[in-house]
């Protein structure tokens, strides 16, 4: 999405340690009318999918998926809430997740009356990397016998596992911005877009 | 807005310990036809006071920013990140939150480049209880010396300490949804709106 990727490379930030910082657009500070722009790309991508329900995680998917819902004719967006203890209920599908840049492990819940047997999920997130939010994100969908109908990224580095790994389970994964790669000086690579 | 008391009364469910349950629409699945509907309203609420940006707090507040954003114009959302631990920041402004609801104490905090002096912001939140989390948004403007223009809030128990407070603070406050009384049986009575 070469909107995307020229906003990127105009505002994204690099920092030691491979960061890549899009907080002045997408995840603090949001620019709603990008995510609008978002949103009805990722309908161009899956609009044949016959979407029923979106499912994302708190707190930076939450916009995307809320313009995202719109394009598809206001399906209900599920947010997963991330909490660092794992204080499971009997009343939530739960899956833990590592996050490599906090260094933590997280468990994302969603509760069970919001995913049903059957329903057709479009899966997003706005950033993939190794992949750990988006299998944890599938866990609960198959924890639900939920149906698996896209999975949908707004920034992957191709270069770390993630891509590879969702795309080799058998999932239809689109990515709007893909980086190939970051130099100590700022400057962000991009490869072709799907 | 009658269409959602309407809303909380049909989908709204009262649990021991004073505690509404709206995450069947509000936050944790999320009705995004309902959240523009309620951005049309803050629009009508504060369309005169020449809003430059809209500052909320994650979780969930950030999709009902979005939807304000478009009706006045996608002026920027700025949503604060809560931590538990105090990890403040010197490129941050900070402050403490008491939640009575989980019982703990959250640090907010907001970039320092994402709030300027001068800017005139519209504080959003999904709920207004002891008015702490509010108390802490205008907090955080304060420090920024960015001018509150007004503050927005979706559902407000008005037998509770928080709205009364801001209001008495000098804030424009405007609620939606204004709760008088539950009852055991899962009974919602509402005030007058705005």
């Given at each position: 999405m070469k909107k995307l990727t020229e906003r990127i490379k105009k505002d994204g930030k690099v920092y030691p340690g491979d960061i890549l910082k899009v907080?002045?657009?997408?995840?603090?500070?949001?620019d709603v009318r990008l995510m609008d722009e978002i949103g009805e790309e990722f309908h161009r991508l899956f609009?044949?999918?016959?979407?029923d329900k979106i499912l994302t995680v708190e707190s930076s998917g939450i916009a995307i998926a809320s313009s995202v819902s719109r394009c598809f004719g206001y399906v209900p967006v599920v947010y997963a809430k991330k909490t660092?203890?794992?204080?499971?209920?009997?009343?939530t599908y739960a899956c833990k997740e590592r996050s490599y840049t906090r260094n933590l492990d997280y468990t994302i819940q969603v509760a069970r009356e919001f995913l049903s047997k059957g329903e057709r999920i479009l899966i997003l997130d706005d950033f993939l990397a190794n992949g750990e939010a988006m299998k944890a994100l599938i866990n609960i969908c198959d924890q639900a016998e939920a149906i698996v109908a896209g999975c949908g990224v707004v920034?992957?580095?191709?270069?770390?596992p993630g891509e590879k790994l969702i795309k080799g389970l058998g999932y239809d994964l689109k990515v709007l911005a893909r980086v190939k790669a970051m130099s100590d000086d700022g400057q962000i690579e991009f490869e072709e877009e799907d």
């Open positions: 907080d002045s657009f997408l995840n603090h500070q949001i609009a044949d999918r016959e979407i660092v203890a794992a204080n499971m209920s009997k009343d920034v992957c580095k191709t270069y770390q």
